[in-house]
Antibody, heavy 123, light 110 residues
């Protein structure tokens, strides 16, 4: 059974770079049927899509975060990663990795989620 | 991109039906049939309830149904049960090859 698991520091200082990794187990990240991406949820608030990557390296980002976000994939390790630079307290959130089911012209829905990891931005 | 618009809260009594609306634009909901709905209980991971506007994943109760008209999508829950009390989020693919979520709706079962 395919599973996703986020990992990374739970505390990041303001102005530094947040780095998270999602390990995919039970199936290959190099599947032509999916994109792999990140979604976050600040405490007590709604969901925000951050971005997604295809196994070939093709990426798409939320325009509001694009200048600070990099998503990469390592097919040899069956992982994909998120880097968010110049973080502030507003970036404090639960970060989920999620599999994006692909349709004929785009992402249909998020059919598999990691358990989420809380990242707090504080000095 | 602007968030899709959902009511902040809805409520209903057990056995009743409720509908949650999700309004976007022609660049997202109105332009594509990749609208999905997610249920999130407190402290839990979101779970997809509806995808491709009106399809239910295996294992999701047929009390949940989805539809779309123009730039507005809707989630209807019939035969409300206490376990349906949760936050619900809509989501749509966009013309920029991105995804946009709604602000979320808190469903209270009275």
């Amino acid at each position: 059974q395919l599973q996703l698991q986020e990992s990374g520091p739970g505390l990041v200082k303001p102005s530094e770079t947040l780095s998270l990794t999602c390990t995919v187990s039970g199936g290959p990240v190099s599947s032509s049927s999916y994109y792999w991406g990140w979604i976050r949820q600040p405490p007590g608030k709604g969901l925000e899509w951050i971005g997604a990557i295809y196994y070939s390296g093709s990426t798409y980002y939320n325009p509001s975060l694009k200048s600070r976000v990099t998503i990469s994939v390592d097919t040899s390790k069956n992982q994909f990663s998120l880097k968010l630079s110049s973080v502030t307290a507003a970036d404090t959130a639960v970060y989920y990795c999620a599999r994006h089911s692909l349709g004929s012209y785009g992402y249909r829905y998020f059919d598999l989620w990691g358990r989420g990891t809380l990242v707090t931005v504080s000095s | 991109q602007s968030a899709l618009t959902q009511p902040a809260s809805v409520s209903g009594s057990p056995g009743q039906s409720i509908t949650i609306s999700c309004t976007g634009t022609s660049s997202d909901i109105g332009g594509y049939n990749y609208v999905s709905w997610y249920q999130q209980h407190p402290g839990k991971v979101p779970k997809v309830m509806i995808y491709d506007v009106s399809n239910r994943p295996s294992g999701v109760s047929n009390r949940f149904s989805g539809s779309k008209s123009g730039n507005t999508a809707s989630l209807t829950i019939s035969g409300l049960q206490a376990e349906d009390e949760a936050d619900y989020y809509c989501s749509s693919y966009t013309s920029s090859s991105t995804v946009v979520f709604g602000g979320g709706t808190k469903l209270t079962v009275l």
